[in-house]
């Protein structure tokens, strides 16, 4: 074997033993804040490491607002026995990767502060030879792709497969992955490396226990990259455990314990434990070939400049995951259960369709299943696209939605959701399905009991009391497409009925002052009823807020206006395009 550039993390001694924490240690957390708390100057590089590049610059303020004093002293270059070597690791990062190992149940786990597409392209440079012949999974991340196509090796993809017309998640075909691996096997050309995608973006988790028997089974010496960057923390909740890759590996070895596969598995970290971003495990189980074939790979593509922080953090995350992991993965577990619950109970939700965990991804045959700390919902009945529901919910009640597949989107109830931010998604979604309900309504054909106003230049299309028909609506859409933004405004005190009986004895609408009840109204729409009120010179018009407007949540306002002297009116809750030609519902603007 060619000699070393690098030195392979010690292997754990101990077997996994999840939630097991024999002395609390973090050394490689310890050492950087070790060196962090020391007033130490630097003639080798990171002018910026304990602010001593900004200590007299304009922009101190923003820099420590941004980053803090602490992370700026724990960004440090040193290396070697000053703190310890990244590929050649001695001390502190040593005792912590090999920590990081026994809790995971793998023979050796590597840190890495470059991500997992970086920890992919080192699992696969390591697991892989030029001409060797590789079976990957059609909806691996791109790192991998990108990584195969440079590696020199034949690679055979299995198909991928939609869930079902309800539902809009892909995944593979792992019973084609698994026939394609064993035709090869009987033609005498088996595939050496098969690559799998096992926790995806959008919630599906596949039988690892059944795929990794079947391929060690068909042939015995399959390296196999496992790439569970969604899933590291599953290994800390007894529920979420049994399908991991590392505790399936584990139950191989327990009924063979000569057990000749090579696995490799990494984690985005930062993803689902507490991590920073960029925080990776590559963990390997495996001879001690691999081993030093990894060392060196990571040797080839990391970065030399590794960030001593996210490392740190790696070390951090382990620990928690040991002692808190299961209790609050368990706090996970239950308020996805509780959105839900919510989704498809509450009357004021009932524009949300969940899919999944019940009607979906349960045949057992397709070796997947659904991920239970993600919801994915169906928001079709609003109205609007996922992408401007994701808008919505960023800019108007600070909450941030990654996640779009056709008219649904994806919440993940991570380790950081609390119950107080599941309430106030629950708040955010019933006052969006208000507020669009509301609009769909207004948009009705029929007798309409709304202003429905284009601004600019303010001048209603329709007041209460007048017929709304398909030929408005067209009117509507083509303003709208001319850049005016179209608003409604409903009259409570008078029904449809009432005004169109008056129209038709007096043969115009009857002038009525009265108190007109806006529903759900942002700051920005106040701003622009303001500026259409101005616009269209209606006096003596004033816009209350209800107090409170700090979080851009949306608010009930009441306007008050004048005798109908005029066709003009304040305006509420802006109406965007009709989903539908019937009108039933409404996208944002």
């Known amino acids: 074997m060619t000699a070393s550039t690098s030195s392979t993390p010690e292997p754990a001694t101990l077997p996994a033993r999840p939630g097991a924490h024999p002395d609390g240690r973090t050394p490689l957390a310890d050492a950087v804040l070790a060196v962090a708390r020391r007033d130490i100057a630097t003639f080798h590089a990171l002018p910026l490491s304990h602010g001593r590049s900004i200590r007299d610059s304009h922009m101190r303020e923003t820099y420590e607002a941004l980053f803090g004093v602490a992370q700026l002293a724990a960004d440090v270059s040193y290396s070697g026995t000053m703190l310890d070597s990244f590929f050649r690791p001695r001390g502190p990062l040593r005792e912590a990767q090999r920590l990081a190992a ?36 059609r909806s691996c991340h791109q790192s991998v792709h990108f990584a195969l196509n440079s590696l020199g090796v034949q690679v055979a993809y299995a198909p991928m497969q939609r869930c079902c017309d309800g539902c809009p998640r892909t995944y593979a075909d792992l019973p084609r992955l698994l026939e394609m691996f064993r035709a090869a096997a009987a033609e005498g050309r088996p595939f050496d490396t098969v690559v799998l995608s096992a926790v995806s973006y959008d919630g599906v988790r ?40 590392l505790h399936a590996v584990e139950t191989l070895r327990a009924e063979n314990p000569r057990l000749a596969m090579n696995v490799a598995v990494t984690h985005s970290a930062h993803k689902s434990m507490s991590a920073l971003r960029q925080g990776s495990y590559l963990h390997l189980i495996g001879d001690g070939e691999a081993q030093e074939r990894t060392a060196q790979a990571l040797f080839q593509h990391h970065t030399t400049s590794p960030s001593w922080p996210v490392l740190a953090s790696l070390d951090l995350a382990r620990l928690q995951a040991e002692t808190e992991g299961e209790s609050l993965l368990g706090r996970s577990l239950g308020l996805a259960r509780t959105l839900r619950v919510e989704l498809a109970t509450d009357p004021r939700l009932s524009a949300y369709r969940p899919l999944g965990p019940d009607g979906h991804l349960t045949d057992a045959a397709q070796l997947v299943s659904d991920d239970p700390t993600r919801v994915l919902v169906d928001i079709s009945a609003l109205g609007i696209t996922a992408a401007d529901f994701r808008r919505m919910l960023f800019d108007e009640y600070a909450l941030y939605v990654a996640r779009e597949s056709g008219d649904a989107v994806l919440f993940h109830i991570h380790i950081g959701v609390d119950e107080a931010t599941l309430l106030r998604l629950l708040d955010a979604l019933r006052t969006i399905q208000r507020t669009y309900r509301s609009a769909s309504a207004a948009l009705a054909t029929g007798t309409s009991e709304h202003f429905i106003i284009a601004y600019p230049p303010g001048i209603p299309i329709t007041v209460p009391g007048e017929k709304l028909c398909e030929r408005t609506l067209s009117q509507i859409d083509e303003l709208r497409s001319s850049g005016c933004e179209i608003y409604t405004l409903r009259n409570p005190t008078v029904s449809a009925r009432e005004l169109a009986v008056q129209a038709a004895v007096t043969g115009s609408v009857p002038a009525t002052a009265d108190h007109l009840t806006v529903e759900s109204v942002t700051t920005e729409q106040l701003a622009g009823a303001a500026t259409a009120v101005s616009a269209t010179g209606t006096t003596a018009a004033t816009v209350t807020t209800a107090a409170n407007l700090t979080t851009a949540a949306t608010v009930t306002t009441t306007a008050t206006v004048p005798a109908l002297a005029t066709a003009t009116a304040p305006v509420a809750a802006t109406v965007p395009p009709r989903a539908t030609a019937t009108a039933t519902a409404v996208a944002t603007s």
Not at 118 to 128: G, P, Q
Not at 218 to 244: I, M, N, Q, Y
């Open 206 to 245: 596949y039988d690892l226990p059944t795929v990794l028997a079947e391929l060690a089974a068909v042939h015995p010496t399959v390296s196999v990259l496992v790439d569970e960057a969604w899933g590291a923390a599953h290994r800390f909740h007894p529920r979420l455990r049994p399908l991991t890759a």
């Open 102 to 137: 026994r809790s995971f149940g793998a023979d050796a786990t590597f840190f890495l502060s470059a991500g997992t597409s970086t920890a992919n392209r080192v699992a696969l440079t390591a697991l892989t030879q030029p001409g060797s012949r590789v079976l990957a999974d």
